[in-house]
């Protein structure tokens, strides 16, 4: 299966957080993890952030980011995504961040998977995209 996977679960796969257990049985399901390339900037802040306050080393971040990275099978440019994100977003009442996953979702016709509780809310009223919840 096909999954559109969000930062708030890809975050999990490089931090020891609550769901962190949860987002490791699903990296090793088998599922296919796609992602609007922009993910790859939103994951490097959360880990910058945990450099900056020294949590973890600079050559760690690298790594952990290398590492979340490698789990998507496909990213896509934003800029393919950035009208039908923009509409959902207007629609939504929703930052157009989170609804670049949204609409790849939709456009892939495949689920969007999720630990994020406004993108749960938002999503729900997208009927076009199965929301699975970590």
Not at 57 to 86: E, H, K
Not at 88 to 107: K, N, S
Request: hydrophobic share 50%; aromatic share 8%; glycine share 4%.
């Amino acid at each position: 299966m096909t999954l559109v996977d969000d930062a708030s679960v890809a975050a999990k796969w490089v931090f020891q957080e609550e769901g962190s257990d949860r987002a490791a049985t699903l990296r090793n399901s088998g599922d296919d993890f796609i992602a609007p390339s922009l993910i790859v900037a939103e994951i490097g802040n959360a880990l910058w952030k945990r450099a900056v306050w020294k949590e973890v080393s600079v050559r760690d971040t690298v790594r952990a980011l290398q590492n979340a990275v490698s789990v998507f099978t496909r990213l896509f440019p934003p800029s393919d995504l950035g009208v039908r994100a923009m509409e959902i977003a207007v629609e939504l009442r929703h930052p157009i961040y989170d609804c670049f996953y949204l609409a790849l979702a939709e456009r892939e016709q495949c689920g969007l998977i999720t630990a994020d509780a406004r993108l749960i809310a938002a999503a729900k009223s997208v009927k076009s995209i199965e929301l699975r919840t970590l």
